[in-house]
T-cell receptor
Framework: DARVTQTPRHKVTEMGQEVTMRCQPI?????VFWYRQTMMQGLELLAY????????DSGMPKDRFSAEMPDATLATLKIQPSEPRDSAVYFC??????????????FGDGTRLSIL | KNQVEQSPQSLIILEGKNCTLQ??????????LRWYKQDTGRGPVSLTI?????NTKSNGRYTATLDADTKQSSLHITASQLSDSASYIC??????????????FGGGTRLMVKP
């Protein structure tokens, strides 16, 4: 059963450190999404890629966050420098359609990030 | 402003009983509405996706309905099981208008099924 794989599952680091989260989408999926979930804000779409090209990153704080897709099997989300307010669970999802399409998105189990 | 409101925020039911979760939205122009189930510590899992023209869609014991006129959706769970204990999230997509914020998320309903 194909799954989206995210690493690490948990990350604790100090404020100011660089954080890199990785995602391996399901083979054959051409759209990759990054989400953030907190108790206060719920789920938010940060950015998404189609065929490895960034289509929309309007949900992402540009000054410290960056998302890339160096190849079809790897997507990365980086935070530099990290701040305590970045503490959240970050999810990656992959699918076959754009964000507004009727295709299902398949989520990984997330990276739980704590910034001290 | 595009908003998605879910109710109730939390719900406790006995195993075997049915329940209905509500989702009201103000998103326009509407593309589709999704229901997700999220177990504690896991990523969301897609239950149903409905477009403007669909009134109902089922996935096993889960049945979603959509009234695009009143902008309301419901998720009905039949013969609940302990494994249905989870958060249920409603997400509404905008049509492609080259704008950001194309997804609007509800705050979720936390369901607990007790034996």
């Amino acid at each position: 059963d194909a799954r989206v794989t995210q690493t690490p599952r948990h990350k604790v680091t100090e404020m100011g450190q660089e954080v890199t989260m990785r995602c391996q989408p399901i083979l054959g999926h051409n759209t990759v999404f990054w989400y953030r979930q907190t108790m206060m804000q719920g789920l938010e779409l940060l950015a998404y890629f189609r065929n490895r090209a960034p289509l929309d990153d309007s949900g992402m704080p540009k000054d410290r966050f960056s998302a890339e897709m160096p190849d079809a099997t790897l997507a990365t989300l980086k935070i530099q420098p990290s701040e305590p307010r970045d503490s959240a669970v970050y999810f990656c999802a992959s699918g076959l359609g754009q964000v507004y399409s009727n295709q299902p998105q398949h989520f990984g189990d997330g990276t739980r990030l704590s910034i001290l | 402003k595009n908003q998605v409101e879910q109710s109730p925020q939390s719900l406790i039911i006995l195993e075997g009983k049915n329940c209905t979760l509500q989702c009201n939205y103000t998103v326009s122009p509407f593309s589709n509405l999704r229901w997700y189930k999220q177990d504690t510590g896991r990523g969301p899992v897609s239950l149903t996706i409905m477009t403007f023209s669909e009134n109902t869609k089922s996935n096993g014991r889960y049945t979603a309905t959509l009234d695009a006129d009143t902008k309301q959706s419901s998720l009905h769970i039949t013969a609940s099981q302990l494994s249905d204990s989870a958060s249920y999230i409603c997400v509404v997509s905008l049509m492609n208008n080259n704008a950001g914020n194309m997804l609007t998320f509800g705050g979720g309903t936390r369901l607990m099924v007790k034996p």
